[in-house]
């Protein structure tokens, strides 16, 4: 990979970088077309990262159609597909891993220990082996954009991290690769995440700022749904992840599927 990124950057092609997991959707294909029209060169990474699992997750099941996802970059005229093999990312004798300390610490960090690290490792291949001059990442997986941002900047990585904004369901469900695991009856509950954050929303617009309120709006409508089984719902800065802000985020069980969600309250909930 490295060796074709090197020789677009030597024609003076700039290069943005998609990483991705695969089984992909209209919210991957939303930044692959951010990256499009800010790159000469636009690569996909594609890559089921295994350290950022932890025991007892997804890791095995999460769903992988290449073919699909082979076709859906075609068809968005991606230039490059990476597709690094495990073996190679972590051969036996690797001991190196990247911690980003301070953001990666609370809310997902602290339900997933291991998986901003298992990020921060990934990320760090990914950037060394495309070069790229922009990476693009969704808003939807928010403490992730700001763990990204900080490893770039305190790495001197030397890319321009984007985001592009998260892309939902008509009924406001955020898109994710997760969301295929929901029966439909979890499918149904599922829409308590973004109902949630849209009620904080439309609360703060009305003139509510006292924080406590807000998350026990989120609280009561998330406990709504016997299926929703909460694991954080809060108020955060979105710079630190940390007490007080207006980035309401929160984690849901729904059935066994762990879905995540977040909103900019001070803003309308889009839709
Ligand atoms: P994943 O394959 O789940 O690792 O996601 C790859 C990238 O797509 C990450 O930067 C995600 O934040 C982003 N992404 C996933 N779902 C969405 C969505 N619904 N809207 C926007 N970006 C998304």
Redesign the pocket.
């Known amino acids: 990979m490295l060796e074709a990124s090197r020789s677009w950057r030597r024609e003076g092609r700039s290069i943005g970088l998609v990483?991705?997991?695969?089984a992909l959707h209209a919210?991957?294909m939303?930044?692959v077309h951010l990256a499009r029209l800010e790159n000469d060169i636009v690569v996909v990474s594609l890559f089921v990262n295994p350290i950022q699992f932890g025991p007892g997750e997804d890791f095995e099941r999460y769903p992988r159609d290449l073919k699909r996802d082979v076709h859906m970059l075609r068809e968005a005229k991606v230039d490059a597909l990476y597709l690094p093999e495990p073996e190679a990312m972590y051969p036996p004798d690797a001991s190196t891993r990247v911690h980003v300390g301070g953001v990666a610490d609370p809310l997902e960090g602290k339900s997933r220990p291991g998986h901003f690290e298992g990020v921060a490792t990934v990320v760090t291949k990914l950037f060394a082996a495309v070069e790229p001059d922009r990476a693009y990442?969704?808003?939807?997986?928010a403490q992730?954009v700001a763990v990204v941002e900080r490893l770039a900047r305190d790495l001197d990585l030397g890319v321009e991290v984007r985001v592009?904004p998260?892309?939902r369901e008509p009924d406001g469900l955020?898109?994710?690769?997760r969301n295929v695991y929901l029966r439909p009856a979890e499918r149904r509950a599922a829409r308590a995440l973004s109902a949630a954050l849209r009620e904080a929303a439309a609360a703060y617009a009305s003139g509510q700022r006292d924080p406590e309120r807000l998350e026990a709006i989120l609280a009561a409508r998330l406990g709504s749904e016997r299926l929703v089984e909460v694991d954080y719902a809060g108020l955060v800065d979105p710079g630190t992840f940390h007490k007080p802000g207006h980035l309401a985020v929160l984690a849901a069980r729904v059935g066994k599927t762990r879905l995540i969600d977040n909103h900019d309250v001070s803003k309308p909930f889009p839709g």
């Open positions: 990483p991705t997991m695969g919210g991957h939303s930044l990442f969704g808003q939807k997986d992730q592009g998260i892309v955020a898109l994710s690769s």
